[in-house]
């Protein structure tokens, strides 16, 4: 079948491309049917592990495309905004190539983010507020320094390096029909969805975000950019509120459907990943089996992958959220 093209920012050469500059320990990541997470769900479940990588989540797929090619530009720093997962992948990724790498994020953060942070050497700015007030602060520090800004979402590389997750889907899941994504500020789900409705067209892409951070599905649903005036969800990793339009853009091309899940399917989603699993997943990452709580009947039958794209938890918030 010939790959179907898409008039997105996105471009599947480059994304193989990726491939060669990313570090192997965050590529080719587990992908297996979980038979008792579906038996429990009522349908075929196929995992999608992110986790299972030095930063614990699937970002560093991005800042090694970031950093790789900062370091042969001849540059020596970068900047970022981060709920968390994306500082500690920047911190990392730089860590290896030599840059200095600041990172601002918000004292709500959890906490063991922000200590993964400080311990991989990044220098790190906490701000009040949310993460909005974050990227806000970020940008400030990149014009007073003149290094460059990362926007997750907005800098095609962060939608790139998560699209070589849709590679490996693509050439390692027999017969799935759906894929459910954790949607935040849309890099993954826009880099996902490229590459399989490109390559796999048949595919059904559902985004997956949490009731009380509602922007990016308001605006999917309303095709223009819909804004918030809070956040309100345990899933930080996916708390935006200004959509960016051009990622709005791509997700309106590559996106089936676009749902909503409470904060009780999220805990329940940790809850059962963690006892039929064995996984320990952070809010984020349960997105996509909390919209199979929210409907059974949809995906019964179905074979389902599940994206688990993040493991980094506050340990006492973890036990409370998932403690029977």
């Excluded at 997105?8 to 590529?27: K, M, N, S």
């Excluded at 996509?288 to 006492?316: K, M, P, Q, S, W």
Aim: include cysteine; proline fraction near 4%; aromatic fraction near 4%.
């Amino acid at each position: 079948m010939e790959p179907v093209v898409l008039n997105t920012r996105l471009r599947l050469d480059r994304i193989r491309a990726a491939r060669q500059v990313i570090d192997p320990q965050f590529l080719d990541t587990p992908l297996y049917r979980c038979d008792e997470l579906g038996r429990r769900l009522g349908c075929t479940v196929s995992v999608k592990l992110e986790t299972a990588n030095p930063v614990r989540s699937f970002k560093a797929r991005a800042t090694e495309l970031v950093t790789s090619r900062l370091a042969g530009q001849g540059r020596d720093a970068v900047v970022c905004a981060s709920a968390g997962n994306l500082g500690q992948a920047l911190g990392w990724s730089g860590r290896r190539r030599g840059l200095d790498v600041t990172v601002v994020a918000s004292r709500r953060a959890p906490a063991a983010k922000l200590d993964r942070i400080r311990a991989l050497g990044a220098e790190l700015e906490l701000v009040d507020g949310d993460f909005e007030a974050a990227r806000e602060r970020a940008a400030a520090v990149a014009r007073r320094r003149g290094v460059r800004l990362v926007e997750d979402s907005l800098d095609i590389e962060t939608c790139e390096g998560a699209a070589t997750i849709g590679l490996e889907l693509a050439a390692g899941a027999p017969s799935f029909d759906t894929v459910l994504i954790a949607l935040g500020g849309g890099a993954m789900a826009t880099g996902v969805g490229h590459v399989l409705k490109t390559l796999l067209p048949a595919v059904e892409v559902i985004c997956v975000q949490p009731l009380g951070a509602p922007a990016m599905t308001r605006s999917w649903h309303e095709r223009r950019v819909v804004t918030t005036e809070s956040a309100d969800t345990i899933a930080d990793g996916v708390a935006g509120r200004f959509p960016i339009p051009v990622v709005l853009d791509d997700l309106l091309q590559v996106a089936d459907d676009a749902v909503l899940v409470r904060e009780a399917s999220i805990v329940a989603g940790m809850r059962m990943l963690l006892e039929h699993a064995g996984l320990v997943a952070e809010p984020s990452a349960a997105l996509g089996v909390a919209a199979v709580l929210e409907d059974r009947d949809r995906f019964a039958g179905r074979h389902v992958v599940t994206i688990v794209c993040g493991g980094n938890v506050d340990l006492d918030a973890y036990r409370r959220w998932t403690r029977a």
